[in-house]
Nanobody, 121 residues
Framework: QVRLVESGGGLVQSGGSLRLSCVAS????????MGWYRQGPGRPREWVAT???????DYTESVKGRFYISRDIRKNTVYLSMNNLRPEDTALYVC???????????????YGQGTQVTVVS
């Protein structure tokens, strides 16, 4: 079992910044990719950013240049630094972790419960 706990969300004015954290614990063995998704009011879940085991990152177009994903492998933690926030960034931000045992067929893919980010103009 893998547990993900997100934190760092809150209410911020347009143009402000927040830093989200997600700590993974449990039977992790090897973490491959860690990422963030978001779901705004009345909208489907949207992929935001991913960082792989090698530190390579990828972002959805709307957050490029504003959001930065990073990870601390020793702490099993992934971060999302969000700058120049806009009202359309308002959403529940959910962490995702994919991992397993590279020497076997065992793999896992978990999502957290999320942390709410609200941006007001």
């Amino acid at each position: 079992q893998v547990r993900l706990v997100e934190s760092g969300g809150g209410l911020v004015q347009s143009g402000g910044s927040l830093r989200l954290s997600c700590v993974a614990s449990g039977s992790l063995h090897t973490i491959y990719d860690m990422g963030w998704y978001r779901q705004g009011p009345g909208r489907p879940r949207e992929w935001v950013a991913t960082i792989n085991a090698g530190g390579n990152t990828d972002y959805t177009e709307s957050v490029k240049g504003r959001f930065y994903i990073s990870r601390d492998i020793r702490k099993n933690t992934v971060y999302l630094s969000m700058n120049n926030l806009r009202p359309e960034d308002t959403a529940l931000y959910v962490c995702r972790v994919e991992g397993g045992n590279p020497h076997s067929d065992w793999e896992y893919d978990y999502y957290g419960q999320g942390t709410q980010v609200t941006v007001v103009s």
